[in-house]
């Protein structure tokens, strides 16, 4: 048994679970082998952790170094996004396990300063957006694009669990090819009336958001600050009883357990993203419109509510299950505007297109001010891209 041996199983091992727990325990269950043995390779589970930082770090940039330096070279934009897309999808479609472990351990918040990794081996994607300085707008174009592919590989992963396909080389080419055209067409909506939209307007008549002030308000707050901080699988019911000022026991009073307190807070969160989105929604009569609605009063609703936005980016990194009560309203949000296209649309497609309206949404929020440093730049242009970029796709942003 060597270190590498042990370093793959805890990929597969901690992978399954969405790295909820780890210990050197599994890894040698896995193994078939007694902890103690564990202990001639690696000290402690943090000592393996890094090995696994090391060796994912290295194994993606060996696999794409070839593509990130033809991407530099092309004077084209859209082809040299498309050049890093398609290696970065084939990787993470081949290596499951690699791709949970890029979630949770490296683009995560928490794990954001991991990401110079990439940049001590020669790969910098920050680089590779801003070369030239052609355009200030295309590392959040760039952005759009990956959290896309992530998105879009993630979904393939889901289904594949279920299905158990061992996929080959030619077989991740082909499932890469159908995100590029996602990436590329986005639902396909017709450019002249996407480009006529008044973004000022509606805009506009997005009401100001505000906090209320209620006892339930204020301990859901309690909450979803607890859960930004620790996640949602460390936080505890004592972390909210200090920060809500009441006793555990008092909690009690508001919540049977920690799982019955999580669903509530995305209940009740849900229920105001919902709400605010389709009151919207019902002031248009243009599916475009209220496409875009639907967007920029979700984003308003979430900047008023910082916390939950946060709670938001552990959906995103941590595959955390939302209720399924939640999931109807999500999905309810694209259901009710009458966009053909989305009509078009096998209905089963209707929630993953509004889980993937909301990642975007929530990654600009969350990744916006590393994506600009004009401090006087609208603050809903990158909206105005993203939904652009959701409308017609990458050749949508240059509208």
Not at 17 to 23: A, K, M, N
Not at 159 to 177: C, F, L, R, S
Not at 219 to 237: F, H, I, Q, T
Request: glycine share 6%; proline share 2%.
């Amino acid at each position: 048994m060597t270190k590498n041996d042990i370093t793959r199983a805890a990929f597969k091992v901690w992978g399954r679970d969405f790295y909820r727990t780890t210990s050197l325990s599994m890894v040698a269950q896995e193994l078939g082998v007694s902890k103690t043995a564990l202990y001639r390779h690696f000290k402690d589970k943090d000592a393996l952790l890094s090995e696994m930082f090391s060796a994912f770090f290295d194994e993606f940039v060996d696999f794409t170094r070839e593509a990130y330096e033809k991407a530099m070279a092309e004077e084209n934009w859209g082809e040299s996004c498309f050049i890093i897309t398609r290696t970065i999808g084939e990787y993470y479609i081949l290596n499951p396990e690699s791709f949970i472990f890029s979630l949770i351990c490296v683009y995560s918040r928490k794990e954001r300063d991991k990401i110079s990794e990439f940049q001590t081996r020669g790969i910098d994607f920050g680089l590779f957006a801003n070369r030239k300085n052609e355009n200030p707008s295309r590392a959040i174009e760039f952005h759009l694009i990956m959290v896309s592919l992530i998105f879009w590989i993630s979904q393939f992963h889901q289904k594949n669990q279920i299905k158990g396909e061992v996929i080959t080389p030619d077989g991740a080419k082909k499932i890469v090819k159908n995100i590029e055209g996602q990436i590329k067409d986005g639902l396909g909506l017709d450019a002249g009336t996407v480009s006529a939209l008044d973004f000022q307007r509606l805009e506009g008549q997005i009401p100001s958001s505000h906090n209320e002030e209620t006892e339930n308000d204020a301990l859901l707050s309690a909450v979803a600050g607890a859960v930004a901080e620790a996640g949602p699988w460390n936080v505890s019911m004592e972390m909210v009883a200090r920060r809500s000022g009441l006793s555990k026991s008092g909690l009690y009073a508001h919540f049977k357990n920690k799982q019955d307190m999580l669903g509530k807070l995305f209940i009740s969160e849900f229920t105001r993203l919902i709400n605010s989105a389709k009151s919207q929604i019902e002031t248009s009569l243009v599916p475009e419109e209220q496409l875009y609605l639907a967007i920029i009063s979700i984003a308003d609703k979430l900047r008023s509510r910082p916390e939950f936005l946060m709670v938001l980016e552990w959906l995103k990194t941590s595959q955390l299950d939302l209720e399924k009560m939640a999931l109807e309203r999500l999905e309810s949000i694209i259901a009710s505007i009458n966009l053909e296209a989305i009509k078009q649309h096998d209905q089963g497609l209707l929630l993953t297109i509004a889980q993937w309206l909301l990642l975007l949404i929530v990654s600009i929020l969350i990744w916006r001010p590393t994506l600009t440093n004009n401090t006087q730049e609208n603050p809903n242009e990158s909206f105005r891209m993203l939904f652009r970029f959701i409308a017609l796709g990458l050749g949508g942003l240059n509208k």
